[in-house]
């Protein structure tokens, strides 16, 4: 026994003090930590607080009942006397001192005796003079009306006692004290023949079944707002579907009616604190988790506007949303609504630069395939059977019908950038550039290269026109090994290219967007954006080799 009472630290006289204290001790034997002792001891006290509120309820709605019984017997007990017509004969009491008990108790004997005394003088009385058959079928013809309105009245309670029994089921009350409440005899323990049938049993059962419906609507909608709220807390945080399952049973009456719940305990308090409970734990875990969601929709949206070459301020987009959730002077769901809503903009601008930045795409691919072209034709060994020298010349082939598209290329680009700013109010720019000056410098530079070409041309024709004079008064020819032109075109370029390519670019490119393309993404700028300088504004030199190589030169505008 001893060994039994050492093992239970429960055995012995229970208080609050004696099991705080055991906890105590049990504490310090695991080592709990006082921040979990602390939380542990919050939650006692809050189910003390909640034990001490359920309390406080049920002696309320108690009080209102046994007030409610009183007025009750009060009533009815002024209706007997003023029906009985007759005060002398008994003693009515004073009702308005003492507890409601004392009171119900004090009124209990007066009213007893009146409805014994009604009784009696409504008993009927039978007329011995007319025992006809005539009178025989009027009384079993109001036998049979009583027995019918008996059968209505005992259906009627039977019906109300099993909507209670429903009720109290969905909202996890108990039904037998529920019930036992609006009158002793409609527990399940007495017969059906033996319930009371007054209208005073039928009108307080007709008011608790309209109480039960309303709370059962009242804790539905309370249900519904809770469920609402997990449903968006999960989906702000993706929440996996396993976690969610848990809760099935608090969402999925999410859009139900008050008349389609009818599982047990489907609308239970504890059933809904769990709710209350889970939501404060989301809301807690959200607000730890917003700047990271907020981040990672800030993200989606740079690499959008990334991949439609628009240029924002990562930076202090990033800073902003981190001043805003800080500050909290907005919802995060609002911020987050707000991003979704910026990143929908976001795609649909993206779709509507689709087709300007496919062209643009198809233009920067040709001058690449320009520039190639110039390095290849500069080349005196391209005809070598070398190895790839094949590959190289179908290249080239391929490479001079798409260069003579630049123009129609560049024309078309124009025409649908003019049109874009126009239906929109806005300037149409590419990784931070006007593209229409982009456009515009290029085909002033590719002018400026023609033009440049066509003085080149008139050079060679003048040169050789000397030449021919020389040989005519001199009678001989420049040494085929050393030709002044073709030295002036193998010697060092005066723009200091290294392989050929012209140091020149577009000066828009340095002038307006700085030096955002060294740092971002480096090899398409380098590829892209300054394609079209490589091959705008050659020196004299480059334009000489040119000239001097075996492929055919277009004709100057």
Not at 60 to 70: D, E, T, V
Not at 148 to 171: G, P, Y
Request: charged residues 30%; hydrophobic residues 35%; aromatic residues 4%.
């Amino acid at each position: 026994m001893a060994v039994t009472e050492a093992e239970n630290p429960l055995v012995g006289e229970i208080t609050c003090g004696s099991l705080l204290q055991k906890l105590q001790e049990i504490w310090d034997e695991v080592g709990e930590s006082d921040e979990e002792r602390d939380k542990m001891l919050l939650q006692i006290e809050q189910e003390c607080l909640d034990v001490y509120k359920r309390k406080v309820e049920q002696a309320a709605k108690s009080r209102a009942q046994l007030l409610q019984a009183l007025s009750d017997a009060k009533l009815e007990l002024s209706t007997l006397v003023s029906a009985l017509g007759d005060k002398s004969f008994i003693s009515i009491p004073e009702t308005t001192l003492g507890t409601i008990n004392e009171q119900l108790a004090a009124i209990a004997p007066a009213l007893e005796q009146l409805l014994k005394q009604k009784e009696e003088r409504g008993a009927p009385a039978v007329d011995e003079s007319d025992l006809s058959l005539k009178k025989l079928n009027e009384y079993q013809v109001k036998l049979q009306e009583l027995q019918k309105e008996k059968s209505d009245r005992l259906h009627k309670v039977l019906e109300f006692v099993s909507t209670v029994h429903d009720l109290c089921a969905v909202l996890g009350m108990d039904f037998l004290s529920t019930i036992t409440e609006v009158h002793p005899s409609l527990d399940d323990a007495t017969g059906v023949q033996s319930k009371s049938i007054s209208n005073d049993t039928l009108l307080r059962l007709a008011e608790t079944v309209s109480a039960l419906n309303e709370d059962k609507k009242q804790r539905l909608h309370k249900l519904q707002e809770l469920a609402t709220q997990l449903i968006d807390l999960w989906n702000l945080m993706d929440t996996p579907e396993e976690e969610r399952i848990l809760l099935d049973h608090v969402t999925c009456h999410t859009s139900a009616s008050v008349d389609g719940v009818t599982v047990p305990g489907a609308l239970a308090l504890d059933l809904i604190e769990q709710a209350e409970v889970e939501v404060e734990r989301l809301d807690q875990l959200k607000a730890s988790r917003m700047k990271e969601i907020a981040f990672k929709k800030q993200v989606e949206l740079e690499e959008i506007f990334a991949c439609a070459h628009i240029e924002i301020d990562p930076e202090a987009a990033r800073e902003k949303i981190m001043a805003l959730i800080d500050s909290g002077n907005v919802e995060p769901t609002e911020l987050l609504a707000d991003m979704d809503n910026q990143i929908a903009k976001a795609k649909e601008e993206v779709l509507s630069r689709k087709e300007i930045l496919d062209r643009v795409e198809k233009w920067m691919s040709a001058c690449e395939e320009e520039s190639w072209l110039e390095d290849y034709n500069r080349d005196e060994n391209r005809y070598n059977s070398s190895r790839g020298a094949h590959l190289n010349l179908k290249r080239a082939e391929k490479a001079r019908i798409l260069v003579n598209k630049i123009p129609g290329m560049v024309d078309t680009l124009v025409a649908k950038t003019r049109a874009w700013e126009e239906d929109r109010g806005i300037s149409f720019s590419y990784d931070g550039v006007p593209l229409l000056a982009m456009l515009d410098e290029y085909a002033m530079l590719r002018q400026e290269r023609e033009e440049e070409k066509r003085k080149l041309r008139d050079q060679k024709k003048y040169g050789e026109q000397q030449n021919t004079e020389q040989e005519a008064i001199f009678g001989s020819k420049p040494s085929p090994a050393r030709p002044s032109g073709t030295k002036k075109v193998v010697g060092p370029r005066a723009n200091g290219g290294t392989n050929g390519t012209p140091s020149r670019r577009l000066s828009l490119n340095a002038t307006q967007n700085g030096s955002r393309s060294a740092t971002k993404d480096g090899k398409r700028d380098s590829m892209k954006l300054a394609a079209p300088a490589n091959f705008v504004a050659i020196s004299k030199e480059d334009a000489a080799s040119h000239v001097s190589g075996t492929d055919p030169v277009p004709a100057s505008p």
